[in-house]
């Protein structure tokens, strides 16, 4: 297994992106992804990355944006540009040499239902990836049957899914057919919560059951890198955002191990 990534979260509170980066490498990450969502951030995503590789670290993946995304299963030209969109992102990251992204399909619990439109959509967009050489990771966010409907209608060695467990816990209730998705779990986000909501908790600071998740994850055949979704808010901000990373960095450690004992049995 890789080593462990960590997200560059701009949803960080009382810092700026700079500090968080800085932070992450000295807590002692190696490998991070961003958050490439055309967002007008405080500092933009591409000074962001200037400053990624100036400090040292390896850019793993980007999270792709999702404002708008569930336009994709809808008639019109807002559903279209996404298509124009995504492409450009996937030409941006194949010239920083990520190859690996993560998408959302849906935008909430009101989102459209899936169907032939957006499929048709998805088509182009994966065929375009394909032709860059990026791989998409399509990620289980509030509703059920969006990835089984994908993965099922789209056949492609190149896409696979992103098993977010805190989405999992909270938006899907422990709720999900592992069996449909082995050897198509490209990556995973891990955090925790109480299942009452999306709280990007450091893992074992909730209420999600890690060793049965981990254990099917492993039968699914998952072998990436321990990736981490965290965001530095509420409760931690009482302790300073190095000390925060630093944890994330030993629950990382304490993750991997579970997963390569698990790999071993």
């Not at 540009?81 to 194949?94: A, G, I």
Request: proline share 2%; aromatic share 12%; with cysteine.
């Amino acid at each position: 297994m890789d080593d462990i990534v960590v997200v560059v979260s701009n949803t960080n509170q009382n810092v700026d992106p700079i500090t968080t980066i800085d932070a992450i490498k000295e807590a002692g990450f190696k490998e991070v992804f961003v958050q490439w969502y055309n967002r007008d951030w405080i500092v933009s995503q591409e000074e962001q990355m200037q400053h990624i590789k100036d400090i040292g670290l390896n850019v793993k993946m980007a999270h792709l944006g999702y404002d708008g995304i569930s336009n994709l299963w809808v008639e019109g030209p807002l559903g279209d540009s996404l298509v124009t969109r995504y492409k450009k992102d996937f030409d941006t990251c194949k010239k920083m040499g990520i190859s690996l992204v993560f998408m959302h399909l849906e935008g909430g619990f009101d989102a459209e239902p899936y169907n032939e439109i957006g499929l048709a959509r998805l088509r182009e967009i994966v065929s375009y990836a394909e032709q860059v050489g990026i791989k998409i990771a399509f990620e289980n966010v509030h509703k059920k049957g969006y990835l089984d409907y994908v993965i099922e209608n789209i056949k492609s060695d190149n896409i696979g899914i992103c098993f977010d467990i805190g989405h999992f816990h909270a938006y899907f209730k422990d709720d999900f057919d592992f069996s449909k998705f082995k050897d198509k779990i490209f990556a995973v986000h891990l955090h925790d919560n109480d299942a009452s909501s999306d709280q990007h908790l450091i893992p074992f600071e909730g209420t999600i059951n890690w060793d049965e998740i981990i254990t099917k994850l492993v039968a699914c055949n998952y072998n990436g890198p321990v990736i981490m979704e965290l965001c530095y808010r509420n409760k931690y901000l009482e302790m300073p955002i190095v000390d925060f990373y630093k944890k994330g960095y030993f629950t990382g450690e304490k993750l991997k191990e579970m997963f390569n004992n698990k790999r071993n049995i």
